[in-house]
């Protein structure tokens, strides 16, 4: 079965630090542009983080200076280093892939910033 998998969510004390990261099962991710989304609760989901086949990066505001999107081509994966949490980045974290007509989205990994 072809998927992605999330995991390293958890939880952290605010100004703390998380890396989340997603893996390819049965496909390789090497030519997929690569992204993370976010969804709070009564939120829409929107995305934090993409790198494209090139490794150019954009990230969303509310996390640029904080939060590292990378490629690991050698497990297949694609990781999420997130730094100084505040209890805004409380979330459900999806990965998502896409390659012309294909997309795959994970089921998400849980993210809780609180003291």
């Known amino acids: 079965q072809l998927k992605v998998v999330e995991s390293g969510g958890g939880l952290v004390q605010p100004g703390g630090s998380l890396r989340l990261s997603c893996v390819a099962s049965?496909?390789?991710?090497?030519?997929?542009?690569l992204g993370w989304f976010r969804q709070a609760p009564g939120k829409f989901r929107e995305e934090v983080a993409s790198?494209?086949?090139?490794?150019?990066?954009d990230y969303a505001d509310s996390v640029k200076g904080r939060f590292t999107i990378t490629r690991d081509p050698a497990k297949s994966a694609v990781n999420l280093e997130m730094n100084s949490l505040t209890i805004n980045d409380t979330a459900v974290y999806y990965c998502?892939?896409?390659?012309?007509?294909?997309?795959?989205w994970g089921q998400g990994t849980q993210v809780t910033v609180s003291s």
């Open positions: 049965g496909f390789s991710l090497k030519y997929y542009a």
């Open positions: 998502n892939a896409q390659l012309g007509g294909f997309e795959y």
């Open positions: 790198i494209s086949e090139g490794g150019g990066t």
